[in-house]
C-alpha cells in the first residue's frame, strides 16, 4: 500500500509546529515530497541503504549520548526521541529516490545481515519505512509537549487520513466516518480521563511528584540501628561557588526538614507543597516569608545542584530569602523550608539571597513530640545535664558539650541494648553517625522544653582549585537539628567535627580522575541549557547528512531513461506478453474473478459469458480469439487485427462501464 | 528452570500465534504506534503523547469489536494431492460455500496446522543447527531452537488468499499454494476464514474445522548420470524374486526329475510320453544389484547434515535407473530395515515415500546396519553408502566393503574441513551445497 501524497509532508509540517521548528519542519516536508514530483533516481543498493541506517543509528546513539550529557538522562532521551524524524529522515528520502521505493528489511536490522551472512536463504524483504516514519513523527510531536488540544486534533486528522486512506474496501464508508468519529471521541474523553487520573494520584500520592526517597521532604528514612557499615558515593551532588576559606561561605546547605519521629523515620507532617510564583522575569523567585517588596538580602551565594530526574529537592543555606537565575518550570515549597524545582537538566545553578528573615513555620505541637519509646532515656539525660528550667541558650551549649564527649562511627558491630537505638545510643554506646546525634539531640532538646526539628541536607567543607569552588559529594550528606531558640530558628550541628575527616578517608584513589569527568560533564552541561542555544547541532548534523548523503549518491544517479516510471514488476519474456488483453483481463479481475494459474484464457472468458451482458460477452470473446491467435498462432497477426485488439482491449479497459453486469 | 523456559516459550509462542492471527500490518503499525505513546506518555505532564495513547488506544478497541462481530457461516471443502516435494510449492484448490444468508465480501482464507509447539522431551533433546556458535544466553535459553523446531513442522508462511465475493448459496474455488520446507507429514487442522475491521487493523477470524494431511517426499537433488559399474551376480530365486506376479523365467532345456524338484516343474507331456518324470529347467538369473546405504547414526545431532543426507539418498533412488537393475535402500529405523526397487519391486514413488518417513537413529545402531550389508554382500554389485558421520566403525565398514570387490561410493554428508582422516575416497558434500558436491561425482 503505497501512502498517499502529501501525508508524510503534513504529519512533518504537524511535527515542526508542535516542536516549535516550523522551518526545518517545511525543509524535512519539501525533502519527502520532492521525489514524487522529479524524476531524479538513483540507483541504491542494500549495501546503500545499510550504510544510511548505520548512519541513523550512530547518530541517533550520539544525540542522546550528548543531550543525556547536557540535559540529563530522562530529559536528553525525550528530547532525543523529539528530533527522532530529523534523525530518520535520510531513510526515507532515500528510499523515495531509489529505484524501487522500498528499503531492503535487512538495512534496518544488523541482526537480519548477520543471519544473512551465515544464510543467503533467508528472506529480506523490501519494506516501506514511510508508514513507520509516519508513526515516529507522531509519536515525536507528543513528546514536545506543546500543552492544548493541537496535539490530539493534529494526530486525529493525520491518522485519520492515513486509515482512510488503507481502509478495506469491502466496508461502507458511512460506516467508517461513524466509527472512527466514536474512536476519536472516546479518544478524547479518555485523554481527558488520563491526566485527570495523573492528577488525582499526584493529590494523592505526595511521592509521585516528589520523586524518590532520597528527596522527599515528607519522609527521611535514618539508618539508625542498622547493622554493619554506613556507605555513600563520591559523586559530586552541589558546587558552592565561593572562593577559599571565604567566612560567608554557607557550612550547611538546608534541603528538608522533619517534625515527627517514628521507628527510625523522620517525617514532615505540613500541609500540602504550595507553589511559588516567580518575578516577571520567570527566573527569580522569592520564597515564602521574605519581607515584601524589599530584598532585605545581606549576602548572595551562587550554587549548581545535581537534579533528579528533573526534579529535585534544592539545596539552601540557611535564611535563603530569593532564589535568581533559576529558569525553573516549577517551584514549590513546604512550612518546613523544603524547596521543590521541576527543572529540564542534569543540573540546576542558582544565586541564593540569605538575610537574617526566618522563613521556616513558626513550632508547633509537633515539633515538641517526643516518641514513648525515647522518653526514659531522654528524660534521664536531661535530668543528668539539669536541663530543665535552663534558659534555650544554656540548653543549647550544655547539649552541645554533653555530644562533644561522644565518638563518631559509621559502623554498628551489634544490635541496640534497650529499649531503641537512640537510648542506646544516648547511654551505653556514646558513638555514631551524624543521624543518631541530631536525632537524639532533637529529642533531647524537645524533652528539654525547646522545639526542634531534624534537618537533613549537605556540609560544605571541600575545596577544589581546579573548579574554584566547594564540592559536595553524595557522602557528604549530614544531619542537623534546627532548633528554636529566642524565636528564630537556629542551626546545631553535634555531630563531632571529626566526621568529615573521617568521610575523607573513604575517598578512592580515582577521586582525581573522576572528579575530572565529572567537571568537564558539568561544564558541558552548562553550555546549553535551552533547545535555542544548542540548535547549532541539528544545522549541522543536517549539512553533515546532507554531504555524506551526496557523496553516497552522486556516483549513482540514473540517467532520464533508466529512471523507472512505475514500480517494476517482474520480467515476462514470451511471445505476445505484451498482448493488451491482459490488461482487459486485470480490469475484469474484480467482476469476473482472477484467471487462475493454469486456467485457459477460453475457461475464463466462459466465466465470464456468465457474469457480464451479452454485448460485452461477446466483444471479451472475439478480443480472446485475437488474443490467442497473436500468441500461438505462427503467422501473427495482420496489421489491423493486431490493431483491433489493442483499440478494443485500451476501449474496454478504459470504460468499464460498458462490462456492466446485465445492462 | 528448562520446564520453566519450556513453559513461557509455550505461552509466547501462543500470544504470538494469536497476536499473528489478527493483527494486519496497518495493526501492528498501530499497536507499536500505541505502545511507544503509553511509554513516552506515563508522565502526563512530562510529553503530551498519553493523547495519542488515547486516541489509538480506542481505534483499536472499536477495531476489535467489530472483528468480533465477523460470524460467517461457510463450509470449505479441501481437494490435495497426496505427495508433495520439500522446497517445490504445491498448489491445490479449496471449494467454499457461503451458507449464511449475507453476501460474504474481502474474506481471505489461510491454512491452519496442527499445533506445531515441541513438547518439553523434544525441546529438551533437539538441536537446532548452528547452536553450538551461539552464545551462552541464546543456548541456554534456546529461543532460536524453538523457533526452528516450530518452523520445521510448518511450510513456509503463504500470503493469504483473497474469496471473491460470495452471494447467500454461492460457492467458489480458490486455489491455494503452500511451500513446504521439510519432508515428513503435514498435518492440517484446518482453514481459517478471516476478514478485517472497517479500519483494517485487526482481522475477524471464523475457523472452519477441515482436517487433512500430505506427505511431503524428501528433497532431490540433481544427480549426474551415474554409470554404475559391477557385473552381475547370481540372484537366488531366480526371476521369481524381481517378478511380483506369476513366473517369467527363460526355459532352458529338460532334464530328468531329481529328488525335490518341485512338482510344478514337471512337464507332463514329456512324462507320458517316456513315462518316467521330467522337469523343465530355466535359466539362472543374474541382475547388477546396488545397495543404497543410508547412515542414519547421529553422532551430534545435527539435523541439516541428516536431512541432506535423506535427500542425497532420495536423489539417488529417483535418479538411477532401475529398468535392468535392483536397488535395495538399507538404513536403521528402529531394526535395519531393507526395501527393494527395480524389475517388478518397488516404485521409486514409493521409496521415496519411505524415505520421507526416516528418522535419526542412535549412532551405536550403525553396526547393525554394517552387519547386515556385509551379510547380502555376496549378491551385491555396487553399494552408495550415504554418512552423515565418521569414526572408525565407518571406515573399517568401507574398508571391509571395498575388500570383498564390490564398487564402493562414499558419501559423507557434513562441514568437514579439512576432510577427516582415513576418509580418502569419500566425497564430502556440505550442507548448504550438496548439488555442486554431486556434480563432481563420476
Known sequence: MNMPPFLLAAALLFWGWQAGALAVAAVFALAVEAPRHTRVRFDLGPGDYSRIADFCTVLFVALIVFLAATRGVTRGVLTAFEWLPAVLLPVVVAQRLGRADRVNLSALFLYLRRLRQRDASVEDPLVDTSWVFLGVTLIAAGTANSRGVGYFAGVVLIAGWALYAMRPRHHARPAWLALFAAAALSGYYGQMGLAQLQTMLETLVPDWTLGTAPDDPYRSSTRIGQLGEIKASDAIVARVHAPEADPARPRLLHRASYNRYSGTSWLARTGPMRQLTPEPDGATWPLAGAPAGGNGASSRVKLSVRLNQGKSLLALPQGTLKLAGLPATRLKRNALGAVQAEIEGDWASYAAETGSADSDAPPDADDMLVPDAERPALRRVVDELRLRGLPPQQVVQRVERFFSGFGYSTYRGAAAQGPSPIADFLTRSRSGHCEYFAAATALLLREAGIPARYATGYSVQEYSRLEQAYLVRDRHSHAWVRARVDGRWIDLDTTPATWFAEEEKRAPAWQGLADLLGWARFRLSQRSQTPAQDSWWLWAGAALAVWLGWRLAGKRRLSRDEAPGPPATAPVDFPGCDSEFYRVMEALSARVGVRATGEPVDAWVARAGRVLDARTAQRLDRLAKLHQRYRFDPAGLTAADRAQLEGESSAMVASPDAARTGA | ?442
Open chain 2, 1 to 442: 528452570m528448562k520446564r520453566l523456559v519450556h513453559a513461557v516459550l509455550r505461552g509466547i509462542s501462543t500470544v504470538d500465534y494469536l497476536a499473528r492471527a489478527r493483527l494486519t500490518l496497518a495493526g501492528w503499525l498501530v499497536l507499536g504506534a500505541t505502545v511507544a505513546a503509553a511509554i513516552t506518555g506515563v508522565d502526563t505532564n512530562q510529553t503530551v503523547t498519553y493523547q495519542a495513547f488515547a486516541f489509538l488506544i480506542s481505534v483499536l478497541l472499536i477495531a476489535l469489536a467489530m472483528s468480533l462481530l465477523f460470524r460467517p457461516r461457510v463450509v470449505a471443502e479441501r481437494r490435495l494431492p497426496r505427495l508433495a516435494t520439500a522446497g517445490q510449492p504445491v498448489t491445490y484448490r479449496v471449494a467454499v460455500t457461503n451458507r449464511g444468508r449475507r453476501a460474504l465480501r474481502g474474506a481471505t482464507l489461510v491454512e491452519r496446522f496442527a499445533d506445531p509447539r515441541p513438547d518439553y522431551d523434544e525441546f529438551a533433546r533437539a538441536h537446532e543447527p548452528g547452536e553450538e556458535t551461539r552464545n551462552w544466553f541464546d543456548r541456554r535459553v534456546g529461543y532460536f531452537r524453538w523457533r526452528y523446531l516450530i518452523e520445521r513442522r510448518l511450510p513456509r508462511p503463504a500470503a493469504e488468499c483473497p474469496v471473491p465475493a460470495l452471494a447467500p448459496g454461492q460457492s467458489v474455488e480458490v486455489e491455494m499454494t503452500l511451500l513446504p520446507r521439510r519432508r515428513g507429514r503435514l498435518e492440517f487442522a484446518g482453514l481459517r476464514l478471516a476478514r478485517t475491521d472497517p479500519f483494517g487493523l485487526l482481522r475477524g477470524i471464523a475457523r472452519l474445522p477441515v482436517p487433512g494431511k500430505l506427505i511431503v517426499l524428501p528433497k532431490r537433488y540433481r544427480v549426474p548420470a551415474l554409470a554404475l559399474p559391477g557385473k552381475r551376480r547370481y540372484q537366488p530365486g531366480g526371476v521369481s524374486l524381481a517378478s511380483s506376479i506369476g513366473e517369467s523365467e527363460e526355459f532352458v532345456s529338460l532334464r530328468d526329475y531329481r529328488p525335490g524338484d518341485p512338482l510344478q516343474r514337471l512337464h507332463w507331456k514329456s512324462f507320458a510320453r517316456t513315462g518316467r518324470p521330467i522337469v523343465k529347467e530355466y535359466q539362472d538369473e543374474f541382475f547388477e544389484r546396488h545397495a543404497l546405504i543410508l547412515d542414519t547414526g547421529m553422532e551430534a545431532s545435527d539435523d541439516r547434515a541428516f536431512e541432506a543426507a535423506v535427500a542425497v539418498a532420495a536423489s539417488f533412488v529417483y535418479t538411477l535407473d532401475t529398468q535392468e537393475c535392483l536397488l535395495d535402500l538399507m538404513f536403521v529405523g528402529g531394526e535395519v530395515r531393507s526395501f527393494t526397487a527395480g524389475r517388478g519391486q518397488m516404485q521409486p514413488g514409493q521409496m521415496l515415500e519411505v524415505l520421507a518417513g526416516v528418522a535419526p537413529s542412535p549412532s551405536g545402531e550403525f553396526d547393525a546396519l554394517a552387519r547386515a550389508v556385509l551379510g547380502r554382500r555376496a549378491e551385491l554389485t555396487s553399494a552408495i553408502v550415504v554418512l552423515v558421520g565418521w569414526n572408525e566403525r565407518r571406515r573399517e565398514f568401507l574398508d571391509a566393503l571395498r575388500g570383498t570387490g564390490l564398487e564402493v561410493r562414499g558419501l559423507l554428508v557434513g562441514v568437514f574441513a579439512p576432510p577427516p582422516p582415513g576418509a580418502s575416497g569419500v566425497v564430502v558434500l556440505r550442507p548448504d551445497e550438496v548439488e555442486a558436491g554431486l556434480a563432481r561425482l563420476q
